[in-house]
């Protein structure tokens, strides 16, 4: 496998957390999209939508089968893409994936993305295991493969998933068209690049351990150990990176465990020394997210997004489903139509400007923390204090302090960028 011997970098981490972990009785999630560093990263509102029984929908590079109705979605994405890193729906199911590399060869040869696979999955499921069920069934169809950066030097990997919702979380993991998914009703779980899953499989793919017998990777005698099954036995530099990332990872929510917080889960994102928060030199985090799933069901799940790289030195904004939602075109990139080297064969033999108002603003700003001292440290605070004014207002709103009308949740996500914007300027 040529993607072996290609430089190491850094990649993603996907965190949740359930009662009796968390500090209220919601589930907790969170994740950093590790990208190439001058990728851009946008979030879009997409409404549910109905279509023709029969009708086709176009994903990054093939065609599938539409459903005939999909759920509203929140989703922070590559602005190249259909897909997305993640993302939620109107349900409070919330989807996160990450790069995996296994015993079963990667393809170059065009399918569905992983990124592609969270989208429809949130467009698809009403519960974590409903998605899980879609993705499964898509993944099983139509196989996963294609370039995942937009860059003629293919670079190809599968995925691991981490799918949650009001009351339980489900780690999903693959090599090619085959997987295995692990249930997890309590405490704490996180990804991080490599397979995860040992003998606890909840769900698998119905020829999984035929598949793996006649590969000669298990005998079939004694536990099925997924992970050790299908686990490259030589691991590339990246993957054994991971591991003391997810390690890492674990601790964080170990150490914390019976008072996590949305909050708990930011400063985890935010984690330089672990590797969890990447800046190296061709790998950065270039979007997060944090989403508060309340157990009650007459509570709104409140998801929180960056837009912008770099959580240590970003705002994350507050986004709940609400009818009559205002398209942030702030955080959206401008969109090239057929022009768009993604859409020409052979693709991404050039390049486009994809900056969206609010990443272009907040570069400026990061260029005036690292040129004045003085007034970087200002910004920091001031972007701190904005941050903390949106956390103390979906706090209170949860605990029944306060009551937004539906129009002030309407515009939530579109005013909190504005008033970032303005900030930087």
């Not at 009796?20 to 907790?28: E, F, G, K, N, Y």
């Not at 990208?35 to 086709?56: F, N, S």
């Not at 992970?227 to 991971?242: C, D, G, I, N």
Request: glycine share 8%.
């Amino acid at each position: 496998m040529a993607e072996q011997n290609r430089p190491a970098p850094s990649s993603c981490d996907c965190f949740v957390a359930l009662p009796p972990a968390t500090a209220s009785r919601a589930v907790i999630f969170g994740k950093n999209s590790d990208r190439p560093r001058d990728e851009i990263q946008e979030v879009v509102y997409l409404p549910a939508a109905t279509y023709a029984r029969g009708a086709k929908l176009k994903c990054t590079y093939i065609e599938v089968e539409q459903a005939e109705r999909t759920h509203a979605v929140i989703l922070s994405r590559p602005a190249w893409l259909w897909g997305a890193e993640m993302g939620a729906n109107e349900h409070g199911v919330c989807i996160g994936n990450e790069g995996v590399w296994t015993k079963e060869p990667v393809g170059e040869e065009e399918a569905l993305l992983g990124m592609d696979l969270v989208r429809l999955g949130l467009e698809r499921g009403r519960s974590a295991h409903e998605a899980l069920q879609a993705i499964t069934a898509l993944l099983e169809h139509y196989g996963q493969g294609g370039s995942c950066k937009e860059d003629p030097t293919p670079f190809v990997y599968h995925n691991t998933f981490l799918l949650a919702d009001r009351t339980e979380a489900w780690v999903l993991e693959t090599a090619g068209r085959y997987w295995a998914a692990q249930r997890i009703r309590e405490g704490t779980r996180n990804i991080s690049n490599q397979l995860s899953i040992g003998t606890d499989i909840t769900a698998e793919h119905m020829g999984l351990r035929r598949h793996a017998q006649s590969q000669g990777w298990w005998s079939g005698d004694g536990e099925f150990n997924f992970t050790k099954v299908f686990s490259l036995t030589h691991q590339p530099v990246r993957m054994e990176a991971a591991k003391a990332r997810y390690c890492a990872g674990k601790q964080l929510l170990q150490q914390h465990a019976g008072r996590i917080t949305a909050e708990t889960i930011m400063d985890i994102l935010r984690d330089k020394a672990s590797g969890i928060c990447v800046d190296s030199e061709g790998f950065r985090t270039t979007g997060s997210m944090v989403s508060i799933l309340p157990q009650d069901p007459a509570l709104p799940c409140v998801h929180f997004f960056t837009a912008t790289p770099d959580p240590s030195r970003s705002v994350f904004k507050p986004f709940i489903f609400v009818a009559n939602v205002t398209p942030v075109l702030k955080v959206m990139s401008p969109s090239f139509g057929d022009k768009d080297p993604v859409q020409k064969v052979p693709r991404f033999q050039s390049r486009v400007d994809r900056r969206h108002e609010l990443y272009q603003a907040h570069q400026a700003a990061l260029d005036l923390m690292e040129t004045s001292q003085e007034q970087g440290q200002k910004l920091q605070q001031t972007m701190q204090d904005l941050e903390r004014q949106g956390l103390e207002a979906m706090k209170e709103m949860l605990a029944g302090g306060i009551t937004l009308d539906p129009e002030e949740l309407a515009d939530l996500l579109f005013d909190c960028v504005d008033t970032e914007i303005k900030f930087y300027k």
